[in-house]
């Protein structure tokens, strides 16, 4: 099992940053793939950026060169530092783990609020 808590969302204007925070607990293993993902009002669920234990990194298109995904697996925490913010940017957004070594399980944190606007 893996428990993950997000933290750091928020009301920011348009160009502002914000760093969100997932705390991870639980079985969790340096090998875990960790992302963030996030669903805006009326729309589905999307990958943000995710990362593998190898340190491999993927961003979708819409936030690469704004968003930057990492982790310190000594805290057992990946963070998500968003620049540049727009107002397309709002959702929540959650924190997922896959947990490789207990047969690819996925977890998901409770979510995070992020609302970009003046």
């Known amino acids: 099992q893996v428990q993950l808590v997000e933290s750091g969302g928020g009301l920011v204007q348009p160009g502002g940053s914000l760093r969100l925070s997932c705390a991870a607990s639980?079985?969790?293993?340096?090998?875990?793939?960790m992302g963030w993902y996030r669903q805006a009002p009326g729309k589905e669920r999307e990958l943000v950026a995710r990362?593998?234990?190898?340190?491999?990194?993927n961003y979708a298109d819409s936030v690469k060169g704004r968003f930057t995904i990492s982790r310190d697996n000594g805290k057992n925490t990946v963070y998500l530092q968003m620049n540049n913010l727009k107002a397309e940017d709002t959702a929540v957004y959650y924190c997922?783990?896959?947990?490789?070594?207990?047969?690819?399980?996925?977890?998901w944190g409770k979510g995070t609020l992020v609302t970009v606007s003046s």
């Open positions: 997922n783990a896959i947990d490789w070594i207990g047969g690819g399980m996925s977890y």
């Open positions: 639980g079985s969790i293993f340096s090998s875990n793939t």
């Open positions: 990362i593998n234990g190898r340190g491999n990194i």
